[in-house]
């Protein structure tokens, strides 16, 4: 779409979006009214690599500077490409650029000319400002990859583009040349920080970059610090919970203090509406929306309301006004299925009736841009509502539902995705008439057979706990990949013969007894706990494995696999071991084992040879095995990092969440709990990469450490399975991040002793 159309197509879009969601800003700015509003700007480009890094900070990919432009070029660390301003900006302020697309082949690479706002400082919570997005369909006002507003907006090699992305109180406009292409409003809030330029691909070159920045007001300045609790409270309610009162009392003072600003009204009753709508005063939020004016905020009090109805479980009314929110604001419709994502995937869905499920389900299929089309875990008992659906789809989860037929889905020829997990009345597949699956996830179901599917196009299988009693549902499945089939009662790997190309398997709580009909030429990942293995020599060949797993089997020695030059991470807890092969003087980078079979010489002798600073970790971790042995008498505190009159230790023994918080309470400590950043010491956190329990825990709805403490640092990382219906427990990864886990998996867990 280019200018022409561009203009055509923007004089409907401000009519639309001045209805509600935007200031009354003018189609066209022309250089000198931008700088009549903004004022003269700071220029950014940089002249050299020296500039580049005195004024950025190079946070993902490459960059180079070309004939006086500040170009993306390949990186092999992957196809991203940003930039950070050293500087950090808040209140009001522009950031623009000129960028062009070198080529072709450079535009194919990727598209995607963005502008970073109010970041903070993991990344995940910006405003992303972008042309040329979603495979260069679209330009976008995204939170992160939450879309709140796009039209249609493709890029071309070789045109000239000026971009600009204003942030002006609550608003957020993107132009190009000159002409504003969307506005929104949002209910996020965000007060990062950190702000930058981001593209994807390289041959994307960018110049004239210019900062434009307004002095801020008082009351502005003291509404960012405020906004900072209420964007805790409302990304996470069941963490923050506690912060909500004290954001309820700050904003009315400041409301109070300067009730001589004309907008100040607005601005504060607009963020206690979403402050209670999160915290579930539905009546408070009704309150705050009627001291609202609807000058330039019906939009945003139509979402509101909309929002309310759902969890209010007055379906009927939140249908309607989600319609309205469709039909009166057609340029916001990305925002508006975002908004009614949010809630589908909540605890709330569950309660939906039946009756509402079309409705709901097939808007948001039809409405959201995201490819993944997630309805996990709300009480779904049929797909007869895809008859309502009108774009195509190849990718759905129906996980943690009552599904008793697919049979609405044998329309979709090809999927690269489909998950049915735990849908427990699902016996076979058949009613996928032949349909191309790529990954298909039939886990604790009662599917015996893939008859119904392509089974030469599958190339991932997950089923696990289906009471599978041997490998025949991969008959025929030659091209598998990667294979999930734990929990099963599987005693032979017969089936596994044919199928060359495995990469990742996991299978472990089963009954199988030898591994030798498993191909491992391009075998990476291998988890194969709780079986009756005592021979593992096949691997020897299996150069290209880098994860083993083979807790809880036979295993006497692992001579074997000690000279696979890309095996990074070893666990073998568990086994009658007697020998750790070549690993006995230059282990992996992680090892966890048992030395309940090994003699005492031996033991000594791995004492010996694990003395240099690179082995420091793999000795201290031998040395608390060997202490364990004394049994109740162990003294584990002696191997503590002391802090703060705390102390802490890794204990490398693979436990059950339940088991680990057993082990500690019985050593008179506790799972790890980090409750000040003082806690985030490297020395105390220095471990061998892995996964680690903590005793951080979400249940029932409250969010803290198993201690009872507070949560104040946050490392929180979720995925799209995870639902906030369920009870959740945590894990510390290799770089700090806290993820969840099932509290049956085993994992060694960090202790911390209080004095």
């Known amino acids: 779409m280019r200018l022409f159309n561009i203009l055509l197509f923007s004089l409907v879009n401000i009519l639309l979006i001045s209805c509600g969601d935007s200031s009354n800003i003018k189609v066209k700015k ?13 220029l950014l480009t940089p002249k050299n690599k020296k500039d580049l890094l005195n004024k950025w900070i190079i946070k993902e990919g490459q960059w180079k500077i070309v004939d006086d432009r500040l170009e993306a070029v390949k990186s092999e660390k992957g196809a991203g490409h940003l930039l950070l301003l050293k500087k950090n900006i808040i209140g009001d302020y522009a950031i623009e650029f000129k960028a062009t697309i070198k080529s072709k082949e450079a535009l194919e690479s990727g598209g995607d000319l963005s502008i970073i706002l109010s970041a903070d400082s993991s990344l995940t919570k910006r405003y992303d400002m972008q042309i040329g997005g979603v495979a260069n369909k679209y330009a976008l006002i995204q939170m992160y990859d939450l879309p709140m507003a796009k039209i249609q907006y493709e890029l071309r090699p070789n045109d000239i583009d000026i971009v600009r ?17 969307l506005s929104s409003k949002n209910k996020y809030f965000l007060t990062g920080r950190q702000n930058g330029i981001f593209t994807v691909g ?44 004290v954001a309820r009392s700050m904003y009315k003072d400041i409301l109070v203090a300067y009730h001589y600003e004309p907008n100040l009204i607005d601005i504060i009753h607009l963020r206690l509406a979403h402050l209670e709508l999160a915290m579930g005063n539905f009546k408070s939020m009704d309150r705050h929306l009627l001291k609202i004016s609807d000058e330039v905020n019906l939009y945003d009090k139509l979402l509101l309301k909309a929002r309310g109805a759902y969890k209010r479980e007055n379906f009927k009314i939140a249908q309607e006004l989600f319609q309205n929110c469709f039909d009166d604001y057609k340029q916001l419709s990305v925002g508006t299925v975002t908004n009614m ?25 039809n409405k959201t841009i995201r490819f993944k089309k997630n309805l996990i875990n709300a009480n779904l008992k049929s797909l007869a509502f895809l008859s309502k659906v009108d774009v195509d789809v190849n990718y759905f989860n129906f996980q943690d539902n009552d599904i008793n037929s697919l049979a609405p889905l044998s329309r979709f020829k ?13 016996t076979n597949v058949k009613e996928l008439d032949n349909a191309a699956v790529r990954v298909l996830l039939i886990d604790e179901t009662k599917i015996k057979s893939l008859e119904g ?33 734990n929990n099963n009662n599987i005693n032979n790997l017969d089936e596994l013969k044919p199928i060359k190309k ?58 074997s696999i000690s000279g696979l030059s890309e095996l990074k991470a070893v666990a073998c807890v568990n086994n009658p071991l007697k020998s750790l092969g070549s690993y006995s003087k230059q282990p992996p980078e992680t090892l966890f084992f048992s030395i309940d079979s090994m003699d005492e010489t031996y033991i000594e002798t791995l004492r010996k040879n694990w003395t240099g600073e690179e082995f420091k970790l793999h000795k201290k971790n031998l040395e608390i095995l060997i202490e364990l042995k004394k049994g109740n008498k162990a003294d584990l505190k002696k191997f503590a990092v002391k802090k703060n009159e705390h102390y802490y ?45 903590i005793g951080l825990e979400e249940v029932n709805d409250s969010f803290k450490w198993s201690t009872g403490e507070t949560i104040d640092v946050d490392h929180t990382v979720f995925t799209e399975y995870d639902q906030s219906s369920k009870d959740r427990f945590y894990v510390i990864d290799q770089k700090n991040n806290w993820s969840a886990r099932p509290p049956e998996h085993i994992y060694p867990f960090i202790i911390e002793w209080d004095e």
């Not at 992305?165 to 292409?181: Q, V, W």
């Not at 995937?345 to 499920?357: G, I, L, R, V």
């Not at 090809?414 to 699902?426: E, G, P, Q, T």
């Not at 890794?650 to 008179?668: D, S, W, Y």
């Open 414 to 426: 090809v999927m690269k995705f489909l998950s049915i997990i735990r849908n427990k009345k699902l």
């Open 649 to 693: 230790l890794t204990v490398p023994i693979f436990f059950n969440l339940k088991e680990a918080h057993q082990f500690c309470k019985k050593f008179g400590g506790h799972l790890l709990s980090i409750v000040d950043i003082d806690e985030e010491d490297e020395q105390i956190l220095e471990r061998l990469p892995y996964n680690y329990w």
């Open 341 to 365: 994502s949010d809630l589908l995937h909540s605890k709330y869905a569950k309660k939906m009736p039946e009756s509402f499920q079309e409705y709901f389900w097939s808007t948001y299929i």
């Open 30 to 42: 022309e250089t000198s009214e931008v700088e009549d509003f903004w004022g003269k700007p700071i």
């Open 453 to 485: 599917i392509s089974r030469k196009d599958l190339v991932k299988l997950g089923f696990s706990k289906n009471n599978q009693n041997d490998t025949s549902i991969l008959k025929d499945c030659i091209n598998l990949e990667y294979l999930v089939g």
């Open 165 to 181: 992305a204003e942030k002006i109180g609550d608003t957020l406009n993107l132009y190009c040349n000159d002409i504003l292409l």
């Open 502 to 559: 495995l990469k990742r398997v996991n299978l472990s709580q089963n009954k199988i007894p030898d591994i030798m009909s498993l191909n491992v030429e391009f075998l990476r990942s291998l988890v194969i706990d709780n079986n009756l293995i005592s021979k593992i020599e096949n691997l020897s060949t299996a150069h290209q494995l880098r994860y083993l797993r083979i807790n809880n089997n036979k295993i006497t020695t692992l001579d």
């Open 202 to 245: 390289e041959g994307k070159q960018f110049w004239d970059i210019k900062l434009y920045k307004k002095p801020m007001k008082d009351y502005e300045v003291e509404l960012v610090s405020v906004d900072r609790i209420l964007q805790k409270v409302l990304g996470f309610p069941s963490k923050y919970r506690r912060y909500a009162e």
